[in-house]
C-alpha cells in the first residue's frame, strides 16, 4: 500500500511542477510572449516557429491556445496563421517531453535550491517569480525519479504483474484513458512524461504506451475545447481546429500502431525513449501533413462556427473567464470592459446637450437607465479583476490593475453625476417649461464641449499612458475651474440686472456648472497615477511662500 501511496504523491508532484512552471512563466513573459505570437502571423512559418518557440518556454499548448484565441477574438489575427501556431505548439510541448527524458537528476536539487533561495529573498520581484519556475522545474524532474523508485516495488510484485497480464490490448481504450488522465491534470506533458516512466518500469505495456501518448494528444485538444466552451464564436474556432488535427491524426496512427512500434524498438533502446520520441514523432508529422491545409480549415471553420446575427444591444463580452490563468491577458481584457465602460458615459454625456436644447423628456430617461448599465459593468469588472491574483502580476502589471479599477471606479461615480444631473433638468426647466437665458445657454454648452473632449482625452490617457497627454489632462482640470469660476460670476451679474430668464433657472444653472466641474475632476482623476509613476507630479499644490506668513502668525498651541 505505501508503495501505491508513493506513485500517487510523486504523480501529484510531476502535475503540480508542470503547473508551476506555466504558470511563472505566464507571470514573468506574458506580454513578451503575447507580442511574439501577435508578431509572427505574417507567414505559416513563422507562425509555426513562434508557437514551437512559445510553448517550448511555456510548457502548454492549451495555454498558448488561449493566448492566441484572444487574439481571434479581437480580430487582430487570421484563423489559418492561428492554427499553423498550434501546430508549432504541440511540437514545443513534445521537444519539452524529450528533454527531459535525459538523466537531469543532478539538476533537481540544484533548482530547487537555488529557486527557493530566489523566491524567499525576492519574492515580489522578477527574480523571485523566475525562482519559482526553478522550483518547478526541479520539482518535475524529482518527480520522474521518485516515479522510477516507487514503480521498482511494484513491478516485483506479483498480483500487479498478474493484472497488467491480464489488461486488454485495446487501443482505442488506451487513447481514451490518456485523453481523460490529460484533462483531469490540465497537463498533456506530465501524462506523456508519467507513461514513458510507467512504461520504462515495466509497469505499463510499450504497446500501451503508445496509445496512451495518442490519448494525451487528444486529451489536449479537448481540454482547450472544454476551456473555451463559453468564449465568443471567434475565439472557439481554433480549439475546434486544433482538436480536428488531434482526431484526424489519431485515426491515422492507430492502424499503424504495430508498425511503428516495431521500429521504433529497432532504433531506440529503451522504452522511455521510445515513448517520448513517438510523442514527437506524431507532432511533426501532424505539422508537416496540415500546415499547408490550414487555410481551407480555417474556412470551414468560419462557415461551420458562425456567429449569431448581432441585435442592437448584443456585443462582444471581453471578461473572458479562460484567461484569468493568464494574469497580463486577464489585465488586457479589463481594460477592453473599462474603455465600454467609458463609452456608455460618453453617450450619456453627450445626451445633455439635446436634452437641455430640446427639452426631450423621453431621451432624459433613456439615458438615466444607461446608468444602470454603466453600474453593471462597474460590477462586472470589479469581480472580474478581484480574480486575478495580485502576487501573480509583476510590478507594471500590478499598477495597470489599480488603474483599471480607479477608472471604472470614476466612471461610475460620473453616471450617477450624469443621472442626477438629467433629473434636475427634468424638474426644473423641462416640467416648469423654463428656459435658459442665451448668455447662460451658450456658456453651459460650451463647458459640455470642453467636457466631452476632456473624456475622449482621458480615455486615450487610460489607454496609452503617455505622460504628455496625462499632464494635457491635468491642464484642463485648472481651466474648468477657472471657466466654473467665471460663468458663475457671470451669472450672479445677470441676475443683478433682473435677466427674468436667468433668475427662473439660476439654482439650476449653478447646480449644473457645479456638476459638470465636478464630472471633469472625476475625468482628470486618470491623470494622476501615470503622472505619479513618471515621478511628474509635487507633494502640494501650496506654494511655500504662501505658507510662511501663515506659519508666523499662527501662535504655538499651549
Known sequence: MIHLLNLLAAIALLVWGTQIVRTGILRVFGESLRHVLAMSMGSRVKAVAAGLAVTSVVQSSTATCLIVSSFLGRNLVPLSAALAVMLGADMGTSLMAVLFSFDLSWLSPFLIFVGVVMFITREKTTAGRLGRVAIGLGLILMSLQLIGAATRPLTESPPVRALLVALPNEVLLDILVGAAFTV????????????????????????????????????????AVITTAKAPVAERRLPMGNLWFKIVGCLMAIPMLPWVHTQLQQWLGTVHQQVVVFHLAFNVVLALLFVGITGPLARALERWMQAPSSTGSTRPKHLDPSALATPSLAISCAAREALHQADVVETMLRGIHPVIRDNDSALAERLRQMDDLVDALYTEIKLYLTQVSREAL???????????????????????????????????????????????????????????????????????????????LLEEKARFRDLEHEYAASHIARLQVQTAQSIETSSLHLDLISDLKRINSHICSIAYPILESAGALTPTRIRHSALTPLSDNVEAPR
Not at 508519467?194 to 495518442?214: F, N, Q
Request: proline share 2%; charged share 25%.
Open 184 to 223: 483531469m491534470s490540465y497537463s498533456s506533458l506530465a501524462i506523456v512524461l508519467l507513461t514513458a516512466t510507467l512504461a520504462a518500469a515495466a509497469i505499463v505495456p510499450a504497446s500501451v504506451a503508445l496509445g496512451l501518448v495518442l490519448g494525451a494528444n487528444l486529451g489536449s485538444g479537448l481540454l
Open 394 to 472: 509583476s510590478e507594471r502589471e500590478g499598477r495597470r490593475w489599480a488603474d483599471i479599477m480607479s477608472f471604472t471606479i470614476n466612471m461610475e461615480q460620473i453616471g450617477d453625476i450624469i443621472e442626477r444631473v438629467l433629473q434636475d433638468i427634468e424638474d426644473k426647466k423641462i416640467r416648469p417649461a423654463r428656459r435658459f437665458s442665451d448668455a447662460g445657454m451658450a456658456e453651459i454648452f460650451h463647458l459640455h464641449e470642453r467636457l466631452i473632449a476632456n473624456l475622449r482625452l482621458g480615455m486615450s490617457v487610460f489607454l496609452d499612458g503617455h505622460v504628455r497627454d496625462a499632464s494635457r
